[in-house]
């Protein structure tokens, strides 16, 4: 197999906001930067299906970052760290600066940029796009390609991080567009590539979130943290199949200010007691999880959103839709009348929030590997305020992107790499292990389909020891008997998609393998993480982070005090 070899001071992988954020600040820097993106900017991954909601504190008349800063830490149920948090709310304000300067626009009433109120939000501070998360990505997109400095690799899988000198420098990847392996060394490596929401059957991700730079740092030797805390988006399009996981956005649909619908079971009973604060998403999600168990669910496991329950006429309903969410002309050109109907929701996989280990510099555990974005863990905590994901992509995006520049300045890793024959045929052996012929053979699709089903049945919504247990055992099974087997042709070369599968497979099995062992060891309830055996928070020693890590090539999960969150080594 062909290998061709890059050179970059800076590589960022990833191809949503964080990563374009990151390259945009690392080229200003005077970085050589390469970005890698496993499929083309503004047509994936996580950020083109955000609603497209920032929050931000920039009214300075009836809001501060202060205020903003009390709300994250609020909503994190004692696990947010507290450095990072301070940094989110404090630098966002400029983050939206540079925004409008990138050509994204904003919302706007009366010339002023409107501002919307979220569940957990003291003050109205969701800024949109026009365009939803597109309509942030592609300007940003413009302004990093605008640098002669920049290179970009769309249709790019990177699966194995390489190293020298005792530091990340650099990855090995997969180009789907020729069927070679690219191997870029860099000075400095930045990991921006979403989330894991792919381990299960209902997500409101796109299907390329599978986990990769949790596997690409895991691997490598980084510590993640909290990989057990999944916010789940409390209403999720179940039916009709077409629409599956498509996100109804309750903070407008059900509150008195925006359509005034309602949320009931099966019975046509009501959930909840006012609409005016609505609850956020964690305390949403369980309510309607215990509704579900309770078996006052619909017969595909949901409740619905009553939209012929509003006070408000069907042409208005429909007019406000159109007008607020981003959604909703995607949802009415499949056919689904939003505005008259009953709709069938439940809670879906929507944002990982633990992940890669940071410091407020981006810094992950190993030296020359930095993470922004959701891919990066502690910043949120237990449970994430609506709005401060797209924050968290602009204002990280720009600190891995400047620290990262810095460090690549300094050091001489890049030039330290001599990447060997057995290197890269190590580095290669997924790849090379899934065109070899099997006695039985498995598609791609078939072991996702038996992880996303394990991951649902054991380590869903709703835990215990008994299912997490089972799903370890399962997960182990997976690895051991079902990846071993996995065969695609090794033609066509060019976008060989079955091959990219098959990566995202082994991705998938190592990072479900994580989640279920440090859902185990955390043995409480807190924000989105459910323990039907341990319902309530541990309240009996300060709030601590769940940390897995290799330990001589054994996974090994741990715990460590919130408190010590930025104390590791360089």
Excluded: W
């Excluded at 994936?44 to 994250?72: C, F, K, N, Q, W």
């Excluded at 459910?530 to 982070?545: A, E, F, K, L």
């Amino acid at each position: 197999m062909r290998l061709n070899i890059y050179e970059t001071d800076v590589l960022v992988i990833g191809g949503g906001l964080a990563a374009a954020r990151a390259a945009i600040e690392a080229a200003s820097e005077g970085a050589k930067v390469a970005v890698v993106a496993k499929a083309p900017i503004g047509k994936s991954g996580a950020s083109t299906m955000a609603g497209g909601g920032l929050a931000a504190a920039i009214d300075i008349e009836r809001d501060s970052p202060a205020v903003h800063y009390e709300d994250t830490v609020a909503a994190g149920r004692g696990l947010t760290d507290l450095e990072l948090a301070k940094i989110l709310a404090h630098e966002v304000p400029a983050r939206v600066k540079d925004l409008i300067d990138y050509g994204v626009q904003l919302e706007r009433e009366a010339g002023k940029i409107s501002l919307r109120p979220t569940p957990g939000h003291s003050n109205p501070r969701q800024i949109h796009s026009i365009g939803g998360g597109v309509g942030y990505l592609l300007p940003l997109r413009r302004k990093a390609l605008s640098y002669p400095n920049v290179s970009l690799h769309e249709d790019v899988m990177a699966f194995k991080l390489l190293e020298a000198d005792n530091r990340v420098a650099g990855a090995i990847c997969y180009d789907i567009k020729t069927g070679e392996l690219d191997a870029f060394k860099a000075g400095a490596t930045i990991l921006a590539t979403g989330g894991y929401q792919e381990l299960y059957p209902l997500s409101s991700a796109s299907v390329d979130m599978t986990g990769d730079g949790y596997a690409l740092a895991f691997e490598a030797g980084a510590e993640l943290v909290d990989m057990e805390m999944l916010l789940y988006y409390p209403t999720a399009l179940l039916s009709p199949p077409s629409v599956r996981g498509a996100l109804l956005l309750y903070e407008f649909a059900l509150h008195e200010r925006g359509l005034g619908a309602r949320l009931v079971n099966a019975r046509g009973e009501d959930l909840l007691e006012t609409y005016n604060p609505l609850p956020v998403r964690d305390v949403l999600s369980r309510r309607i999880f215990q509704e579900i168990r309770e078996g006052k669910g619909t017969a595909n496991g949901g409740v619905y959103i009553d939209m012929c329950l509003s006070p408000r006429s069907p042409d208005d309903r429909a007019r406000l839709l159109l007008k607020r969410d981003p959604f909703s002309s995607f949802l009415t050109s499949v056919g689904l009348d939003v505005a008259n109907s009953k709709l069938e929701i439940a809670p879906a996989a929507h944002t990982v929030l633990g992940g890669v280990r940071i410091d407020a510099h981006c810094r992950t555990t190993l030296p020359g590997l930095f993470a922004a974005g959701e891919v990066a863990g502690n910043v949120h905590g237990a449970n994430r305020l609506g709005g401060n994901a797209l924050s968290e992509t602009q204002v990280f995006g720009q600190r891995a992107g400047l620290f990262a520049a810095r460090y690549a300045r300094e050091s001489t890793g890049r030039a330290e790499l001599r990447i060997s024959d057995e290197q890269i045929e190590d580095a290669a052996q997924p790849v090379l292990v899934a065109t070899r012929p099997k006695a039985a053979p498995l598609r791609p699709a078939e072991v996702k389909q038996h992880i996303r089903q394990t991951m649902f049945e054991c380590a869903g919504p709703a835990k215990d020891e008994k299912g997490l247990l089972e799903g370890i055992r399962r997960m182990g099974e997976i690895i051991d008997s079902e990846l071993p087997r996995v065969h695609v042709d090794a033609s066509p070369a060019e976008f060989n998609y079955a091959l990219q599968e098959a990566l995202e497979a082994r991705t998938m099995a190592y990072v479900a393998q994580v989640v279920c062992q440090a859902a185990l060891v955390r043995r409480e309830s807190r924000g989105h993480h459910y323990r039907i055996d341990y319902p309530r928070p541990d309240d009996s020693q300060p709030p601590y982070r769940t940390r897995a890590k290799l330990q001589d090539r054994n996974l090994v999960v741990d715990t460590f005090s919130v408190s010590q969150n930025g104390e590791f080594g360089r």
